[in-house]
């Protein structure tokens, strides 16, 4: 067997950070779990406040309401998630649970922004001029440079929402890359001609997206979503501090072994080897299992 057949399958492991209950309970769990496990990730932290309550709002759509029923949401999320900034305010992560957020990079793992608000930037971003995308932007970038001590390098959108005024927004920051869609390999955002900061984009769908959908359950989900994962291709897989981190911690801890078995190496994703850059512009599309439309990387650009 030759080296190039016994080398690790690199696949870059995105763990998304939305809310209080996933600051507090889920990142100290996955920065021990992944320390067993000799694992390097990107965690990308919700540094203001946490208003993720106000979701449920969207109950009154049937499709997120046939997704919040199919993943069994209230037992995956928790209650106080999912009322989380509804009777009351929601509380501002960042100056809550300071120790929590700074954990990750203490770890040696590698640590951008998020959101400011997650639920705001998700639900509104449709509304929000160039100039109000760039004060979330700068308010989560300064809270979270408050908190690690130096500016975040990379950026994720939350729920996958970006346009070309988010793309133009990031510019004034300092980020080596953003995460901010969907797609097949790393590419150059395009806008007005332009290309931009290189893009990363999620090649994976989430445990939330698939299971009870197409014969996936919970039984099987490790072994499917490990057979994605394949060579000659980007592979990003994104877990949520909520989920993996909480609920569904010992599946996880058992798709870490069954990983290693397959000889496949999570690694952050400013690690991963990009090769090209072929510059695309963003479009948007509403993917299968998930409510709403996503940002995903098009068509490449001329």
Not at 15 to 27: I, K, N, P, S
Not at 85 to 94: F, R
Not at 242 to 265: C, M, S, T
């Amino acid at each position: 067997m030759n080296a190039d057949a016994q080398a690790p399958l690199p696949v870059g492991l995105r763990v998304d950070v939305d809310t209080f209950r996933g600051t507090r309970d889920g990142v100290p769990a996955l920065v021990e779990l992944f320390a067993r496990h000799a694992v390097r990730a990107s965690f990308f932290m919700s540094v203001g406040p946490d208003n993720m309550g106000r979701n449920l709002w969207r109950l009154l759509r049937p499709a997120f309401l046939a997704k919040m029923l199919r993943s069994k949401a209230a037992s995956l999320y928790g209650w106080d998630v999912l009322l989380r900034g509804t009777a009351w305010p929601g509380p501002i992560i960042g100056e809550r649970l300071r120790d929590c957020v700074r954990l990750p990079h203490d770890a040696g793992h590698e640590v951008g922004l998020h959101a400011w608000d997650h639920y705001s930037w998700q639900m509104h971003i449709d509304r929000y001029s160039q100039a109000t995308q760039a004060r979330h932007i700068q308010l989560g970038f300064d809270k979270l440079g408050d908190i690690l001590g130096c500016p975040p390098q990379c950026s994720a959108t939350a729920g996958w929402r970006s346009n070309d005024a988010t793309l133009l927004a990031k510019q004034a920051f300092p980020f080596a890359y953003n995460s901010d869609c969907r797609g097949s390999a790393a590419f150059r955002p395009v806008v007005a001609g332009q290309a931009l900061t290189p893009q990363i984009p999620v090649t994976l769908p989430t445990y939330d997206e698939i299971i009870g959908r197409d014969g996936v359950t919970d039984a099987n989900y490790n072994a499917r979503i490990l057979d994605r994962m394949r060579p000659g291709q980007l592979n990003v897989y994104t877990i949520h501090a909520e989920v993996e981190g909480i609920a569904l911690y010992q599946r996880f801890a058992e798709l870490l072994d069954l990983a290693r078995e397959r000889n496949i190496r999570f690694q952050p994703l400013g690690s991963l080897d990009l090769g090209a850059l072929p510059p695309c512009p963003l479009a948007r599309r509403e993917l299968p299992g998930r409510e709403g439309w996503l940002a995903v990387q098009g068509g490449v650009a001329a």
